[in-house]
């Protein structure tokens, strides 16, 4: 599986983003996604990550009732809707892929993921 992330750019605090990211390759087999995000300096972490077959999402509590996760199975496409957005979001956003099922227990586990897009810089100026 092939990843594209894409969306990122730079916005002032309290804006919004949308991010993108588009699975090609193996998409017929079954498979859930995620986003992390790596700001400099720090660990890569858990953003969001959504169970596609049945819509179930998961959220970093640093991002809960600010940013959506959703996805079009058809097009083998996941959203980062990012509303009210604080300069300590600014990282680099990727999106990841699991093949199989997310859980709660693995949903923030970076090993978890099988794949992973080239990353997308998200800056959020104050």
């Known amino acids: 599986v092939q990843l594209q992330a894409s969306g990122g750019g730079l916005v002032q605090a309290g804006g919004s983003l949308r991010l993108s990211c588009v699975a090609s390759g193996r998409t017929n087999t079954r498979f859930d996604m995620g986003w992390f995000r790596q700001a400099p300096g720090k660990e890569r972490e858990f953003v969001a990550a959504?169970?596609?077959?049945?819509?179930?999402?998961f959220y970093a509590d640093s991002v809960k009732g600010r940013f959506t996760i959703s996805g079009d199975n058809a097009r083998n496409t996941v959203y980062l809707q990012m509303n009210n957005l604080k300069p300590e979001d600014t990282a680099v956003y990727y999106c990841a892929a699991k093949m199989g099922i997310i859980t709660r227990a693995t949903m923030a586990t970076k090993r978890a993921y099988d794949y992973w897009g080239q990353g997308t810089q998200v800056t959020v100026s104050s």
């Open positions: 959504i169970a596609r077959s049945h819509g179930n999402t």
